[in-house]
């Protein structure tokens, strides 16, 4: 798309003192303060109010001034001051949501867009007033390609992959850390994605067991993995419908709205991934359903399949033909 329109202008919106100041270093940032609604009515909710207020007098300046022909957003604390002000002056909003489970910004502003484009086609029931259209979500591209695993695993031998997110996940980091004998005795490897916050990353030593902070090369580990054990944000099951890898999700439970809940069983509805809830599930639990599946290839087969069947290679390039549709078209 950037070959088809070399004369796009791409200016980001932040929050100050979030992860945008730190990462948007290639496009210009406009920093406006603004905060969610959260907890109980009262003094909080009142000055939330206010800055929301000023927040969109802000931004509908900053889009009045640039002559903006259209706002895309992912519904964090900036998207609703952005939406009311950019559909004040006319302007198109194109908003993704990638939670089966939308947030709050999303339900609440979500009809006020002029288009919300879905991760998992199951959020459209929580938005009947809004303009939906499934897309996926995008992944970097190195996902839509075969790629080589630069680690020491035999080819022959079954390996599990656990994710426990952008901060690893405690729980399921000792879970995993009291299972894994079994598995090891079986013939898998495991490669760990402990984190940067777990103290007992390390307490584990076996020739078959990796364990690491992250690990760069995810569409690798993940085409190579038969099995994954995982959270469920919206980003990691993007990843694994991709790379068509068996899961077994464990939903962090205190995630908002217990989104990852809802998030797994749409990949478990579909036959992608087993789920268990992380107050349920013991080390012996997981240690066995491991066990069981890397025992039963053709369910694993299906499996793969299943998760291919709900993932969109091409949501990337389907997003920015939006943008142009409605963004661009309006102003030829």
């Not at 002000?85 to 489970?101: D, T, W």
């Not at 426990?164 to 405690?170: K, V």
């Amino acid at each position: 798309m950037a070959q088809q329109l070399p004369d796009w202008q791409v200016e980001w919106l932040g929050v100050p003192d979030r992860l945008e100041v730190k990462l948007v270093q290639d496009y210009p940032l406009h920093r406006v303060a603004a905060g969610g609604f959260q907890g109980p009515l009262g003094l909080g909710t009142l000055r939330t109010g206010l800055q929301l207020i000023r927040a969109i007098w802000q931004v509908r300046r900053l889009l009045k001034l640039g002559k903006f022909s259209g706002v895309f957003t992912t519904g964090g604390y900036i998207a609703a001051p952005a939406i009311l002000a950019a559909r004040s002056l006319g302007i198109p909003v194109l908003m993704h949501e990638s939670n089966a489970l939308p947030g709050k910004v999303t339900r609440w502003f979500g009809p006020a867009c002029t288009v919300v484009a879905l991760g998992f086609a199951a959020a459209a029931s929580y938005l009947p007033k809004a303009r939906t259209l499934w897309t996926g979500t995008p992944v970097r591209s190195d996902f839509l390609v075969p790629a080589p695993l630069a680690l020491p695993i035999p080819d022959s031998a079954p390996l599990i992959v656990v994710v426990g997110g952008s901060q690893g996940a405690l729980a399921v980091n000792q879970l995993v850390r009291q299972a894994a004998p079994a598995w090891f005795a079986a013939g898998a490897w495991v490669v760990h994605l402990v984190g940067d916050r777990d103290p007992d990353a390390y307490a584990l030593e076996h020739p078959q067991y990796l364990p690491m902070p992250f690990f760069d090369n995810m569409a690798a580990l993940l085409q190579r993995a038969d099995l994954a054990v995982s959270r469920a944000g919206a980003g990691t099951l993007t990843e694994l419908a991709i790379a068509k890898t068996p899961a077994i999700l464990i939903p962090y439970p205190f995630a908002a709205d217990d989104h990852q809940t809802v998030n797994a069983k749409a990949f478990a509805d579909c036959g992608a991934a087993r789920v268990f809830p992380q107050g349920d599930l013991t080390a012996r639990d997981l240690q066995d359903v491991v066990l069981d599946l890397l025992d039963d290839l053709p369910r694993r087969e299906r499996m793969a399949r299943n998760a291919a069947a709900i993932a969109v290679p091409d949501s990337a390039i389907q997003l920015a033909q939006l943008v142009e549709r409605y963004a661009i078209g309006s102003h030829r």
